[in-house]
């Protein structure tokens, strides 16, 4: 559906909740169709820097989006206050274009909206009123739902948000080295005292200051999206537990970590979830006068503890229905609950810092525990739905964790890694 001028209530919503149901890679360029008819526009960017999957988007003419970058973003996120939008003009992919753009504040960490309408000097009227209040409302919304997103941490989207975090990781960490090397290299010979052009030399050491400067504060920007301080990620869990206790006698004892180093976005969101899901069913039982929740980092992992002193009689099984294994299952993860009867329970959730490193001579030692209880029922021929109960986990996990076992394993169907597993069992 695209809208156009004097939208109805709903035609809106009904707009609205077809760019929501879209899978995430789709939801911008569903948002961009939806808009066109309202604000035309080139192309659609957005920031979200909420996402851990992909916060930098972009869709539209391939000319122009292959163009754009996340740093022309960054002034615009700076500049554009949230439920305010902002008409004029912005480097977008390297050259003057007029914009509208949009800020939502319904995310704590904002996300930012900006429509390519065309290149500098092109007649254009401005969007009116009522339509920008549109595309503000339609934005908010769409903020809206990656924050759930986010703060639920579905397994099968903390898979993709891991995969594109890993990814992303990898290939700035190869391009920054690459850059670095080559600019000091550069600022080495320029800085030799062999080279008599002196007015050259120092053209091309600020030159190539100016680079190396630039490339670190593009590194620091990705992580500013990617990443959160860990003390600032723990603040943000103890603000959304607090309300949960408010009105009961429970007793909330929070142990903040001690350690300032920055912590995967997937990681901080998964270890979120994981303890609002524990804490609820924690005050469920009854006798619970106390809970502490508290972080722990060490070099390699995240623990996250909830303490409490009801009747000790929570089992991984009472956590079920809140997928927490699932989301850890994902993250190369582990639940342990140790309860004492009369005495209270301890639930630790460790998650890894780092995607997983898989280096093993085993064809199958690159699979996670998970998969590999997955990949003993492919073996032995057992369908989705069979596998998902005895596994108590859904269907669509099941999938999420074939897919990845074919991918790790380099085979192309479900009888190949059978086959593989019997070869090396």
């Known amino acids: 559906m695209e809208l156009t001028g004097s ?9 609205a909740y077809e760019v929501i149901r879209q899978p995430l890679g789709g939801i911008l360029p ?16 957005e920031l979200s820097t909420h996402c851990a999957h992909s916060p930098f988007k972009t869709y539209g003419e391939q000319t122009l989006t292959g163009r754009i970058t996340a740093a022309e973003l ?3 996120v ?28 319904a995310t704590p960490r904002g996300s930012l909206l900006v429509l390519v309408r065309g290149e500098n000097g092109t007649p254009l009227s401005p ?3 009522s339509d920008t209040a549109v595309v503000q409302a339609m934005w908010d919304l769409v903020t809206s739902h990656f924050d759930r997103l986010a703060t639920e941490a579905v397994p099968g989207t903390l898979a993709q948000s891991r995969a594109a975090a890993g990814e992303r990781a990898r290939v700035i960490a190869e391009l920054t080295e690459t850059h670095a090397t080559a600019l000091s290299g550069l600022l080495g010979v320029l800085r030799s005292r062999g080279l008599d052009d002196t007015a050259a030399r120092t053209a091309a050491v600020e030159l190539a200051v100016d680079a190396l400067v630039e490339l670190r504060a593009e590194t620091e920007r990705d992580q500013a999206v990617a990443e959160e301080p860990a003390g600032q990620a723990f603040a943000r869990l103890a603000d959304s537990l607090r309300p949960m206790l408010r009105y009961s006698p ?4 929070l142990g903040a970590p001690d350690s300032a180093r920055p912590l995967a976005a997937d990681v901080a969101h998964a270890a979120r979830a994981v303890v609002r899901a524990v804490l609820l069913t924690v005050l469920d039982q009854d006798g619970v006068s106390r809970v502490h929740v508290g972080w722990h980092l060490t070099d390699g992992e995240l623990r996250a503890t909830v303490r409490d002193d009801g009747p000790g009689e929570i089992t991984s099984c009472t956590l079920g229905p809140h997928r927490v294994g699932e989301r850890l299952d994902v993250l190369g993860g582990r639940l342990d609950v140790d309860a004492v009867p009369g005495w209270g329970t301890t639930v630790t959730a460790t998650i890894p810092l780092g995607a997983p490193q898989a280096a093993s001579a085993d064809p199958l030692g690159s699979l996670g525990a998970r998969e590999l209880e997955v990949l003993t029922h492919l073996a032995r021929g057992h369908r989705n739905r069979m596998i998902a109960q005895e596994l108590h986990i859904s269907e669509s996990t099941v999938k999420f964790h074939v897919a990845n076992i074919l991918t790790k394993l380099g085979v192309a169907s479900r009888g190949e890694a059978s086959a593989l597993f019997h070869a090396v069992a």
């Open 74 to 76: 960054h002034p615009l």
């Open 30 to 45: 569903r948002l961009s169709a939806t808009l066109n008819g309202l604000v035309p526009h080139l192309a659609a960017t």
């Open 78 to 105: 700076a500049s554009v206050p949230a439920g305010q939008p902002w008409q004029g003009t912005a480097t977008i992919g390297g050259a003057e274009h007029l914009v509208l753009a949009v800020a939502s504040d």
């Open 250 to 253: 429970v007793r909330l004892e």
């Open 7 to 15: 939208v109805p209530a709903a035609s809106a919503l009904a707009a």
């Open 127 to 129: 969007v009116p009123a």
